[in-house]
C-alpha cells in the first residue's frame, strides 16, 4: 500500500476534519519522548553512576556504528528528495556528521570519545564490538529511509526532539560520576546541543505541515515508535551483553564470534 504521505510543502497547511490541530499534533509527537532511550535502565545506570567502565566502552562502541550510519541514511533521504529547499537545508546533517570546512564532523568527535573512555580508534572502526541486535537495529532504520518516501524518513528522525535533554544529561553527571574518563571526549555532545535544536525546528517543522489528516498523522506517530523502538532495541542488546553477561553465543564461545556486515 502506498504511503499517505505525499503532501507537497508548496501548499497551505489545512487540516482536514477528523485531524488533530497543529498544537494537539505538536503534543502527542512530544508526548512520545516518554518512551526515549534516555529511560531505558541501562542509560538511567549510566545517568546515576552505577555503570561500568566496560559498560561505558559497550555503548560508547555500539553507538560507533550508529554514528556512521546516519551520514548514509541522511544521504538516502537527500537520494529521495525532488524538493530542492528541503535539501539545501537537510544536507546539514550529512556534513554535521561527516564534517566540512574546520569542523572536523560529528563521527571524529566520536572517535574522540571513544578514546576518552578507554578504546582506540581502530577498534571503533573495525566494529569488533558491534553486538547483532545493535546493527540489526540501526541497519533496519536505514534501510526503512531507502524505501520510504522523503517525507517519512524526515519524520523518522523526529526522536532528535528528545535528545538534547540526553546531551544534556551527559554533560552534567558523567564528570561527576565517571573522573576516568577524558574530558575532552564530551565534545561530541557539547556539539549536538545546539545541531539538535536547530535540527528538530526543521523536522518537526516538515512534519506539522505534512500531516494534515487523521491518516498521515496516525502515520508520522507510528514511524515515530518505531524510531524509538529501534533506540531502546539497541540497548536492550547492550544489557543482554554487558549488564546480564550473555552476548551473543555466550553459552558456546567466549570470542565475538558475531559478524561484522555483509557487502
Known amino acids: 500500500m502506498s504511503s499517505p504521505l505525499g503532501a507537497s510543502l508548496g501548499s497551505a497547511t489545512t487540516y482536514e476534519a477528523g485531524a488533530l490541530d497543529r498544537e494537539t499534533f505538536r503534543a502527542a509527537l512530544m508526548a512520545k519522548g516518554d518512551y526515549y532511550h534516555i529511560h531505558h535502565p541501562y542509560q538511567v545506570d549510566m545517568a546515576e553512576g552505577r555503570a561500568t567502565p566496560e559498560q561505558i566502552r559497550g555503548w560508547v562502541a555500539n553507538?560507533?556504528?550508529?554514528?556512521?550510519?546516519?551520514?548514509?541514511?541522511?544521504?538516502?533521504?537527500?537520494?529521495?528528495?525532488?524538493?530542492?529547499?528541503?535539501?539545501r537545508r537537510w544536507i546539514q546533517r550529512l556534513l554535521d556528521h561527516d564534517g566540512h570546512g574546520d569542523d572536523p564532523g560529528g563521527i571524529e568527535a566520536w572517535l574522540a570519545?571513544?578514546?576518552a573512555v578507554g578504546l582506540t580508534r581502530d577498534e571503533l572502526w573495525s566494529q569488533e564490538h558491534v553486538l547483532p541486535g545493535v546493527r540489526f537495529a540501526v541497519d533496519a532504520y536505514v534501510n526503512f529511509v531507502r524505501r520510504a518516501s522523503w517525507q517519512e524518513a524526515a519524520i523518522s528522525s523526529l526522536t532528535e526532539l528528545f535528545a538534547p535533554r540526553a546531551h544534556q544529561s551527559r554533560l552534567d553527571t558523567w564528570p561527576g560520576?565517571?573522573?576516568?574518563?577524558?574530558?575532552?571526549g564530551y565534545a561530541y555532545f557539547r556539539k549536538r546541543l545546539s545541531e539538535a535544536r536547530r535540527d528538530v525546528d526543521h523536522g518537526l517543522e516538515l512534519t506539522l505541515t505534512l500531516c494534515t489528516t487523521a491518516?498521515?498523522?496516525?502515520?508520522?506517530?507510528?514511524?515515530?515508535?518505531?524510531k524509538l523502538d529501534v533506540l531502546w532495541s539497541m540497548l536492550?542488546?547492550?544489557?543482554?551483553?554487558?549488564?546480564?553477561?550473555?552476548?551473543?553465543?555466550?553459552?558456546?564461545?567466549?570470542?565475538r564470534v558475531y559478524h561484522r556486515g555483509l557487502a
Open 113 to 115: 570519545l571513544g578514546e
Open 177 to 184: 560520576h565517571y573522573p576516568w574518563i577524558d574530558a575532552t
Open 236 to 255: 536492550d542488546a547492550m544489557t543482554l551483553a554487558y549488564q546480564l553477561g550473555r552476548p551473543p553465543y555466550h553459552s558456546v564461545t567466549d570470542q
Open 63 to 87: 553507538r560507533f556504528y550508529y554514528q556512521v550510519m546516519i551520514p548514509q541514511k541522511d544521504a538516502a533521504l537527500l537520494a529521495n528528495c525532488p524538493d530542492a529547499p528541503t535539501r
Open 215 to 226: 491518516e498521515t498523522q496516525q502515520r508520522a506517530l507510528e514511524i515515530l515508535q518505531f
